[in-house]
Structures are given as structure tokens and as C-alpha cells.
T-cell receptor, first 114, second 115 residues
Framework: KAGVTQTPRYLIKTRGQQVTLSCSPI?????VSWYQQTPGQGLQFLFE???????NKGNFPGRFSGRQFSNSRSEMNVSTLELGDSALYLC?????????????FGQGTRLTVV | AQSVSQHNHHVILSEAASLELGCNYS??????LFWYVQYPGQHLQLLLK??????LVKGIKGFEAEFIKSKFSFNLRKPSVQWSDTAEYFC?????????????FGGGTRLMVKP
């Protein structure tokens, strides 16, 4: 069974640009969550999508957005990139919508903003 | 809002030593608790989870954790560590104040096991 796939694995962008990251969940999983991991702030929740609807949102500015498609694949977008957006962005998928389930993480996309 | 504290940021042990990593959470409702591990260059993997029932849960690779509700704690233990346990360990909580799978993570504990 294939795991969570994130593309691309590495990205270098210039301040002010925008970026789109992609996540393919495990087959059959309907919930996709996104996290930002940095050395200073650790792992922080960005948002979660279930059945194409955003269900939870973390404390991030509106420059961070996402969406989920009917096949459960998800994308997240960051507009007007800042140096502080440099981080490892992790996607996680879960089989069901409720909390009594575990999250399976992808390898992440390493974003560097220069 | 829920929060998670891992008080040990860095731990260095020799092989065969016993391990206990602390995890305390702040949330008054029902919680689901997790320990994840991140080996160097690899993705986050689930070590163990607590949803309900027996507060002593066993996970993969000989790890176990005990949920003590009165102390809001979920400490991770292993009786004898190996060099291959070198990794970063994250405690996480999902409270019943959200309808989905939002996890709040602790800051992580970097474990180095000396051969």
C-alpha cells in the first residue's frame, strides 16, 4: 500500500513569489492535514480537509490556503512568500473524519525562501 | 486551546539504558494521545496511541506509554534502548474540541543513543 506522497520534495523560491505544494493521501483516506515544521516553532497545524471541506484551521495568516479535490488529493498554497516561510511542510492523511484515528505522514516538502 | 509540553529537549543515553520521555498536555476534555518518532531523514511514524481503555499502551519496537489522567501526562518508556533508537520523538494530542484530526504537538525530544 503506497504511503502519503508529497511533491515536490524540495523547492527554492524567492521572497514575494507564491508556491503550491501537493499531497496524495493513502488510498481510501479522506482526511488530509497540513503541518509546518521549523526548528524554532516545531510542528504546527495549518489546516485539515475532509470531503473537500476545510474542517479545522490553525493560527496562520491568510497567505496560507489549501484545497482538497474529489479524489482526496490536496494542495496548499502560500502567496507572497516571506523568509520566515522557509520550513518543512508535512502532509498527513487519516482514514476517517473523526479524532479516533491516527495520522500517516508523508516525507514532506522542504521549502526554502531566499 | 490545547497545548503539549515535552520537558526534555535533548537526551543522551548509552545502549541498554532505560528511557523515559516526559509529555504533559493541557486540556480539560477527552483526549487522544500519540507518540510519533522521526528518524534522521525519514518521515514521522506512529510509535503508539491511546484512545481509551487500558492506560498502559504498548507500541512498536518495545516502546510503551502510560496515560495518567490526574497528571495530564503520557510518558514514553523503553526498558533498554538501542543505537537505532536515535531519533526525535514527538508527543501529540487530539482533543474533543475539534471534529477532525487536528494534532497539537510538543516541541520534540532529540534522543541520541551512544553505542
Amino acid at each position: 500500500k503506497a504511503g502519503v506522497t508529497q511533491t515536490p520534495r524540495y523547492l527554492i523560491k524567492t521572497r514575494g513569489q507564491q508556491v503550491t505544494l501537493s499531497c496524495s493521501p493513502i488510498s481510501g483516506h479522506r482526511s488530509v492535514s497540513w503541518y509546518q515544521q521549523t526548528p524554532g516553532q516545531g510542528l504546527q497545524f495549518l489546516f485539515e480537509y475532509f470531503s473537500e471541506t476545510q474542517r479545522n484551521k490553525g493560527n496562520f495568516p491568510g497567505r496560507f490556503s489549501g484545497r482538497q479535490f474529489s479524489n482526496s488529493r490536496s494542495e496548499m498554497n502560500v502567496s507572497t512568500l516571506e523568509l520566515g516561510d522557509s520550513a518543512l511542510y508535512l502532509c498527513a492523511s487519516s482514514p476517517r473524519g473523526g479524532g479516533v484515528t491516527e495520522a500517516f505522514f508523508g516525507q514532506g516538502t522542504r521549502l526554502t525562501v531566499v | 486551546a490545547q497545548s503539549v509540553s515535552q520537558h526534555n529537549h535533548h537526551v543522551i543515553l548509552s545502549e541498554a539504558a532505560s528511557l523515559e520521555l516526559g509529555c504533559n498536555y493541557s486540556y480539560g476534555g477527552t483526549v487522544n494521545l500519540f507518540w510519533y518518532v522521526q528518524y534522521p531523514g525519514q518521515h514521522l511514524q506512529l510509535l503508539l496511541k491511546y484512545f481509551s481503555g487500558d492506560p498502559l499502551v504498548k507500541g512498536i519496537k518495545g516502546f510503551e506509554a502510560e496515560f495518567i489522567k490526574s497528571k495530564f501526562s503520557f510518558n514514553l518508556r523503553k526498558p533498554s534502548v538501542q543505537w537505532s533508537d536515535t531519533a526525535e520523538y514527538f508527543c501529540a494530542v487530539n482533543g474533543d474540541n475539534n471534529a477532525g484530526n487536528m494534532l497539537t504537538f510538543g516541541g520534540g525530544t532529540r534522543l541520541m543513543v551512544k553505542p
